[in-house]
């Protein structure tokens, strides 16, 4: 994770590292990235980076987990504005996030943080936590919880993210918006309605 220098600079200059690291994210595997690449294209100083960052790794995990707060920060104002109606906010986050990535063009650099075994491993402690924390704060504002327990829901939530990516990526890569769409919702109503009709 970040020093503390990062975390303290003016929003400006962060952003210029972040969007630094993504330039060269989506053109590079991560693995034949160099610091030399990233400072190079921040306009930084080597010195600087290890300011900022422990090595490369940290600095392309920063980047990807500020997206993943950003999204997350995103489903749960979804969650208040649905009055804690789980299956409507999940159908309106998917549409948001796919907004997102074709917004930002981010299909690249997702794919490339994470499909890097090492990098996510390295992090996966800080992962676990994230997704935990993210998990215990939703559950206190869905309606499902009516329905299931804790644990039930952080399965659930597994199954609704792992129907998520696959469409959304599918998507940005512009398969059949009209199927995909079709199949998205076939899949999350079967999951609705297992849970409601217990």
């Not at 990807?64 to 009055?83: A, H, M, T, V």
């Not at 998507?171 to 409601?196: A, Q, R």
Request: no cysteine; aromatic share 16%; proline share 1%.
């Amino acid at each position: 994770m970040p020093y503390e220098r990062f975390t303290t600079l003016k929003p400006k200059k962060k952003q210029l590292v972040f969007d630094s690291i993504e330039t060269i994210v989506k053109g590079k595997e991560l693995d034949s990235i160099s610091i030399s690449d990233i400072t190079s294209e921040a306009e930084i100083s080597r010195g600087t980076f290890y300011t900022y960052f422990k090595d490369k790794n940290d600095a392309i995990f920063t980047l990807f987990n500020n997206y993943y707060e950003k999204i997350n920060k995103s489903f749960i104002q979804i969650l208040d504005e649905e009055n804690g109606d789980f299956f409507k906010s999940v159908r309106k986050g998917k549409d948001e996030l796919i907004s997102f990535i074709k917004k930002k063009d981010m299909l690249l650099f997702l794919q490339n943080v994470s499909s890097n075994y090492n990098l996510i491993y390295s992090y996966r402690n800080v992962l676990y936590n994230d997704f935990k924390n993210f998990y215990d704060y939703i559950y206190q504002k869905v309606d499902i919880k009516k329905y299931v327990d804790k644990e039930k829901f952080f399965i659930i939530v597994d199954m609704v993210i792992t129907t998520i990516a696959l469409t959304v990526f599918r998507i940005v890569l512009d398969i059949n918006k009209n199927v995909l769409n079709k199949e998205f919702e076939y899949k999350l109503s079967i999951i609705e309605k297992s849970i409601k009709s217990k």
